[in-house]
Nanobody
Framework: QVQFVESGGCLVQRGGSLRLSCAAS????????MAWYRQAPGKQHELVAT???????NYKDFVKGRFTISRDNAKNTLYLQMNSLNPEDTAVYYC??????????????WGQGTQVTVSS
């Protein structure tokens, strides 16, 4: 089963930028539809952005215009460029694969995530 390792999170000031990375194991990364999620303390996982195997992207309204999801299939890596960060973006960020099979939305395995903290 494919595994994901997130990195790039750290403490940043309001208005700052970060780029998160997600390294995937295995040889079929290019076939996966991928997503970034985040989880703030005491809350459930929240979808941030998605990218299909073909490169089509989608963003939740609260990150549109600020975050960019991208992928490098040659490096088996997913990215999230985050600009104009604010304290509400503070969370542990996770990547995951997703698919829809027989009408059911299914996620892959969660990694350990990477902590992003935005100070005010």
């Amino acid at each position: 089963q494919v595994q994901f390792v997130e990195s790039g999170g750290c403490l940043v000031q309001r208005g700052g930028s970060l780029r998160l990375s997600c390294a995937a194991s295995g040889s079929q990364f290019n076939t996966y539809d991928m997503a970034w999620y985040r989880q703030a303390p005491g809350k459930q996982h929240e979808l941030v952005a998605t990218i299909t195997s073909g490169g089509s992207t989608n963003y939740k309204d609260f990150v549109k215009g600020r975050f960019t999801i991208s992928r490098d299939n040659a490096k088996n890596t997913l990215y999230l460029q985050m600009n104009s960060l604010n304290p509400e973006d503070t969370a542990v960020y996770y990547c995951n694969s997703w698919r829809i099979a027989n009408g059911a939305f299914t996620l892959g395995s969660w990694g350990q995530g990477t902590q992003v903290t935005v100070s005010s």
